[in-house]
């Protein structure tokens, strides 16, 4: 079964960065669209950013832009998501996805394949 796997996640204080990294166990997903959600305790899965297949079109949920820079390196076959000024109210867990939908949207529903999650605890 195809899996994205994330990793960068941690504790780190008010104010701090985190960079995030999305791989695939197998295949390659350089023509799916990418995108980073988050789901806190008690909370719905929520849209965070997301990019084309080629990362020139990139969206981020009004909560983390001026913040948080969503990209890809095709090549690598990896995406990042890398996050500055955090604040505890980021803290949750971050899932990347991967969907073949050709236009963007937020929509978990929409997107095919998930990561099993990495926790981002932001402390004052």
């Known amino acids: 079964q195809v899996q994205l796997v994330e990793s960068g996640g941690g504790l780190v204080q008010a104010g701090g960065s985190l960079r995030l990294s999305c791989a695939p166990s197998r295949r390659t997903f350089t023509t799916y669209r990418m995108a980073w959600f988050r789901q806190a305790p008690g909370k719905e899965r929520e849209f965070v950013a997301g990019?084309?297949?080629?990362?020139?079109?990139?969206y981020y949920a009004d909560s983390v832009k001026g913040r948080f820079t969503i990209s890809r390196d095709n090549a690598k076959n990896t995406m990042y998501l890398k996050m500055n000024s955090l604040k505890r109210e980021d803290t949750a867990v971050f899932y990347c996805a991967a969907g073949s939908s050709y236009y963007h949207t937020t929509a978990p529903a929409l997107y095919d394949y998930w990561g099993q999650g990495t926790q981002v605890t932001v402390s004052s």
């Open positions: 990019a084309s297949w080629s990362g020139e079109n990139t």
